[in-house]
């Protein structure tokens, strides 16, 4: 398989970002300024040289600004141990002016990689951390001197290279790349055709699909928009073709994928943030995870089982089930890196990057072999190229989102800006908790619109987390409370990402794409406000029987209240409908 020069340069560039971060699992304690710069340093290609559009003089611009960025990140990995012993202060004009570009390429690659919000904010918050003092009241600071402001931020741990950064560099990225590994391989035909196997045959058989599918492509991807992308290419004409309306194949697809990011054991970049932030292990979460996320897709397909019934959609025909020897051969290839990522995490000592690299080790013996078990070298090398590029292209993107909210999170610390906004909600709360998280899973909701959903949740729980806590929220329930608000952005209008990707595939308008969303994920709006009220629910290692004693009371009230949203809209107020939302809402809140 021959490459031109030019792929021949981008899978260099992919290989070496991709052997980097394995390198990291293995080499032992590296110096955060040593891997943390270089982290940025791998990400610079993929943002401002590979795929650049526009102009040639936008080209030619972002080609300057990548590599004078990229000479600034390897001054400060070559001068480490000099800046070290300035104590979080820069000096002289060459420091500074390397503070300043450093500073801008964040913003810029943000820009570049999720558009204008995160580093529009970023900017707001940096000048008010170099302006505060002018600020009259209780809103303003001390002020800050120039010298240790760019430094913090820049050769100390408190901005750029703070553990946001480091948990993208040793943690994500490795999640990354065996989640790009396993989808090049034949894992994705493996849950498709169990997916389709088992739910096929069910009322709304190939809706009930998507379900299943999305949820199993979650536990491999962990991103709600590619999980769209790739699962609802196959599903969304399959529903389609059986005449399912095109605005409800697409809203089933964009709210299945939207549980991706909370699906263990991958589940999104946020939840490797939550540990870090949390100081709990990865796995504690994910176990701890495991019935929200149940609830999720259940409150997904109670929606798609009732519109189902009221609409008397088909099942799947029987000559378009793949049958369970299709199954047989293909699932072991996404089963098998599952398992041993899943046996390592909970029963040994191993880290969470080093069972990722094992996992992808079997991964890509595994790329060598189709489900026939015939083996090709060419076909391997492809699959290889597949992989290393897509890992280092998503490395990037999430380095771009987390180095920038960085910057955010650190004149946060640095000033106290934080404090300052959780008093204005405690205020406007009137101290009391529901109102506080009324208010926060709004702020969730705004942000999330035009934010990624680990942008959101940094943000948000850096504003309203400390709120919540003080009101006596424990910081586990603030932090999944605010993740999941975050995280149903995608299907919320007017910003919605998920539900213009699915709207795009089945070549309809997104607006009743979004409408329908809503209705088939009415559940999904109130499940964290079931585990505020039900707390047990959380409590799947301390108390499992209480745990899932609770599960099933916010399962019901699920059911209900998807029943009802189908319901009421097409029957009187005092329907069956408005009874089964009253039972589902007294599950949640009530008994």
Known sequence: MRLSLRDGIVLGFAALSVFFHLYL???GLLPNLVTRPLHLLLALPWIFFI???GSRLSRYAGYATGLIGGACAAYIVLNREALMDQYGAIQGWLQHAVAAI???LALEMARRSIKAVLPGIAVLVIAYGLLGQHIPGSFGHAGIPLDYFLGTLVIAEGGLWSSLTGISVEVIAPFIILGCFISAGEAGTGFMSFATQFAGRMRAGAAKVSIIASALYGTISGSASANTASTGTV????MKRLGYPPSFAAAVEAVASTGGQIMPPLMGAGVFVMAELLRRPYTELMILSTLPAFLFFLAAWAGVHHYAVRHDLAAMRSADLPGWGVVARTAP?????FTLLVVMLLFTRFTAPYAAAMATLLTVILLLIDSAGRPSVTRWFARMQDGLVSSA???????AILICASLIVGVFHMTGLGVKITSVILSLSGGSLWPALLLTALASLVLGMELPTTAAYVICIAVAGPALVEL???ELYAHMFVFWYALLCT???????NVFIAAGIAETPWGPVAANSMRLGVGLFLVPLGFIANPSLLMLIEAPALALLAAVKVGLGVWLLSFAAIDLGRQPLLSIGALAAGIGLLLFFGV
């Open 102 to 104: 450093l500073i801008l």
């Open 51 to 53: 795929g650049a559009g």
């Open 472 to 474: 006596g929220l424990p």
């Open 491 to 497: 299907i919320t209008p007017p910003v919605c990402g």
């Open 235 to 238: 599903t969304i004409p399959a």
């Open 333 to 337: 290839f996404f089963l098998a890196p």
């Open 25 to 27: 699992i293995f080499s």
């Open 393 to 399: 292209r998503q490395i990037a993107g999430i380095a």
